[in-house]
């Protein structure tokens, strides 16, 4: 037996043998380089020698992004949940919340939902490179359960998708099908609700039958929060959602800690 890495496991089975792959919790070795994220990213300005191709190339792998972590109460529960987003404008324009298949509320509701558990296991231990995520078929389940909009009160339904990764971020998401092209795709495979909430940059309402609409024009469809650009908008609904209890604006970092453990006595230090 041994471990492989995500671009090793090929459609749930190891690349080599074929063998069916088993995703477990062990103990690793990580060294924190999360705790320098900021300091990382800022002094690739005094690489001089290094040619700028590469320091974007880190930039973007460091990943910085400034957005708002927002907790929606799951319906007739005690229960919440966390996700983060860079679109605060956009927030009205949410219709579903998907996590992923490790998340405590797909495991909750897969207790008494067979099919659901099945579901949850071959997510479990389908094992996606992150470069993969963009292009893979993406692939859902409906829990039952549902989220109350803190804005808005509307219930919003939770579903187990399998572009949701635990190891990232909070393990769940709030989709926005009209604005995001991922999550756009999702809703129209299930027949989900697509919301749009964002005015094209000439002022146009957007046509989102055939696509998603991504640029950051003025909000529309939102309530007070209609009329606002961009940043007025995504200021206003991060200060309500704050002023709530239920918003806290964050810097997040696409960087991860660096896991060891895999390298053995040939691999590197």
Request: glycine share 8%; hydrophobic share 40%.
């Amino acid at each position: 037996q041994t471990v492989l890495a995500n671009e090793q496991v090929i459609d749930g089975c190891c690349w080599r043998c074929d063998t069916k792959v088993e995703r477990k919790e062990i103990p690793q070795w990580f060294i924190k380089i999360t705790d320098y994220a900021e300091e990382l990213l800022n002094d690739l300005d005094t690489l001089e020698e290094w040619p700028e191709q590469v320091k974007t190339m880190q930039r973007n792998w460091i990943g910085r992004s400034e957005g708002v972590e927002i907790t929606f109460d799951v319906a007739d529960s005690e229960e919440k949940v966390t996700v983060y987003t860079t679109r605060p404008d956009t927030f009205i324009g949410a219709t579903y919340v998907a996590v992923a298949a490790g998340h405590p509320l797909a495991t909750q509701a897969s207790v008494n939902n067979p099919a659901l558990a099945d579901f949850i296991a071959e997510c479990r231990n389908t094992k996606v490179a992150e470069a993969d995520m963009a292009t893979m078929e993406k692939k859902g389940m409906a829990t039952g359960l549902s989220v109350v909009h803190p804005l808005t009160g509307e219930l919003i339904p939770v579903w187990v998708a399998n572009f949701v990764q635990m190891e990232y971020g909070t393990g769940a998401v709030m989709a926005v099908p009209a604005h995001d092209q991922r999550d756009w795709e999702f809703a129209t495979k299930y027949d989900l609700p697509i919301k749009p909430v964002i005015l094209n940059l000439d002022g146009s309402i957007p046509d989102v039958s055939i696509a998603a609409m991504t640029d950051k024009g003025a909000l529309f469809n939102s309530g007070e929060f209609n009329g606002m650009d961009h940043a007025t908008g995504f200021n206003a609904i991060a200060d309500s959602l704050a002023a709530k209890g239920v918003g806290v604006r964050k810097v997040n970092y696409r960087l991860r800690d660096w896991g060891v453990s895999r390298q053995r006595y040939w691999g590197a230090p």
